[in-house]
Each structure stands twice: as C-alpha cells, then as structure tokens.
C-alpha cells in the first residue's frame, strides 16, 4: 500500500510542472482572466480599460527580461487552455473577443508586450 501512495505521490509531482504555467500564473491586473508570462512584470501605470456597449477595449503592457519566443510559446500553450483559439501568431479568438499580443525587443533591454483586446463589434 506504502508502495502505490508513493508512486501517486511521484506521479503528480512529475505532472505539475506541466500544469502550472496556466493555473500558478499570475493574471494581468487589466485583463483579470488573462495569465502574465514567466518573467513578466506588468507596467499598471501604462494600461487602459474601456468597457463600452459594444463590449471592452484593454490595452496593457508588460516588459522582463524574457526572449519574445518564451512569450509566444507560453500564450500559444496556455490560451487554449482558457478558451481561446489561436488566428496566427500573437492573435487569438475567444467568443466575441480578439486577443492581440505584440512582443519586441531585446535589442538593448528587456522584452516589451502589448496586450490589446477588443470586440469583434468593435
């Protein structure tokens, strides 16, 4: 019996790693449901929020010391998870919502990110 729990125990220790880039992340202040990027660190005093009849426009940024592919990768392999569907690189679909994500640098500093969404009504 000591056996089985600690193989289970070995298992689940193996699988979480996996796991929690989407669940352990830290969520963007801006957009609540959307998980910030190992690395990042969101800049608050840059974000916009609009909540409109037509639905809402959010533009948040963030910056680390990350490479642009590591982004990608991460929002590629977590968004799905969330309900969103990957158009192209960097724009993802979720219901009525279109996610863009524009990532650049680090030519001299740190990798910089913008998030925009908006409505597909928009």
């Not at 929690?20 to 005093?45: M, R, T």
């Not at 409109?52 to 392999?77: K, M, Q």
């Not at 990532?103 to 990110?113: C, F, I, M, S, Y």
Request: glycine share 6%; hydrophobic share 45%.
């Amino acid at each position: 019996m000591r056996r089985w729990i600690a193989v289970l125990f070995l298992l689940a220790a193996a699988a979480a790693p996996a796991a929690a880039p989407v669940w352990a992340a830290e969520y963007l202040k801006a957009v609540s449901d959307l998980p910030l990027a190992d690395g990042l660190k969101e800049q608050l005093d840059k974000a916009t929020v609009f909540d409109t009849p037509l639905g809402r426009i959010v533009n948040a940024y963030a910056t680390g010391n990350v490479t642009p592919e590591a982004v990608l990768d991460f929002y590629d392999d977590t968004l799905p998870a969330l309900g969103w569907e990957r158009e192209k690189a960097g724009t993802y679909q979720r219901k009525k919502e279109i996610l863009k994500i524009d990532v650049w640098g680090p030519d001299a500093g740190p990798t910089n990110v913008s998030y925009t969404l908006s409505s597909q009504n928009q």
